[in-house]
């Protein structure tokens, strides 16, 4: 099946630092890849959908300057939250639609990337 | 945005016995998805069933579609210890760009 690989797995760092998230397919072209953000014991939320060569679109609320996604690749799609507060910590997730995916919506999740900012 | 609730939010069983879960949603949708979520790790693909199925199987899952009522059910049968995880249910409606939109959860404990 499609693999989607996500880096770092886990990241801390200080307040007011910025962190970027890798994620990408390995085996397949994904034109579109979404950022989820999940809490603990809670449900994905979604936070934007990344497009290859265009702008990411954010859901609302979610701030732009805050997480900039840039997907500048057919297999890389990258998520820096800038300026890190402790209110940001929380695990982190990007998915791709597979090869077929386009078709039938199924998406391809990576491993997850938890945050702690200190 | 979440698309509703999912019941039971938690739900324990004994290894063997069956474990259903249930998920409710409040817009049009083209499919429903259930994923599968073992604990800080990422979500697998469990079962897709479009809007116009009304049961489909995989295995051991069996998941029906009430578009009338807007919900769904997951049912795990013979139930193991490796089944311990959280289970989500999520719409997929083209009209909203393709995004997939994830229920609360259900989070499974299946003791052996």
């Known amino acids: 099946g499609a693999v989607v690989s996500q880096h770092p797995s886990w990241v801390i760092c200080k307040s007011g630092t910025s962190v970027k998230i890798e994620c990408r397919s390995l085996d397949f072209q994904a034109t579109t890849m979404f950022w989820y953000r999940q809490f603990p014991k809670q449900s994905l939320m979604l936070m934007a959908t990344?497009?290859?060569?265009?702008?990411?679109?954010?859901e609302q609320g979610v701030e732009k300057d805050k997480f900039l996604i840039n997907h500048a690749s057919l297999t890389l799609s990258t998520l820096t939250v800038t300026s890190a507060h402790p209110e940001d910590s929380s695990f982190y997730i990007c998915?791709?639609?597979?090869?077929?995916?386009?078709?039938?919506?199924?998406?391809?999740f990576g491993e997850g990337s938890r945050l702690t900012v200190l | 945005s979440q698309q509703g609730e999912e019941d039971p939010q938690a739900l324990s069983i004994q290894e063997g016995e069956n474990a259903t879960m249930n998920c409710s949603y409040k817009?049009?949708?083209?499919?429903l998805q259930w994923y599968r979520q073992n604990s800080g790790r990422g979500l697998v693909h469990l079962i897709l069933?479009?809007?116009?199925?009304r049961e489909k199987h995989s295995g051991r899952l069996r998941v029906t579609l009430d578009t009338s009522k807007k919900s769904s059910s997951l049912l795990i049968t013979a139930s193991r210890a490796a089944d311990t995880a959280s289970y989500f249910c999520a719409t997929l409606d083209y009209n909203q760009g393709g995004k997939l939109i994830f229920g609360q959860g259900t989070e499974l404990s299946v003791k052996p």
């Open positions: 069933i479009r809007s116009n199925e």
């Open positions: 998915s791709a639609r597979g090869p077929t995916g386009g078709q039938t919506g199924e998406l391809f």
């Open positions: 817009t049009s949708i083209n499919n």
């Open positions: 990344s497009n290859e060569g265009s702008k990411a679109t954010y």
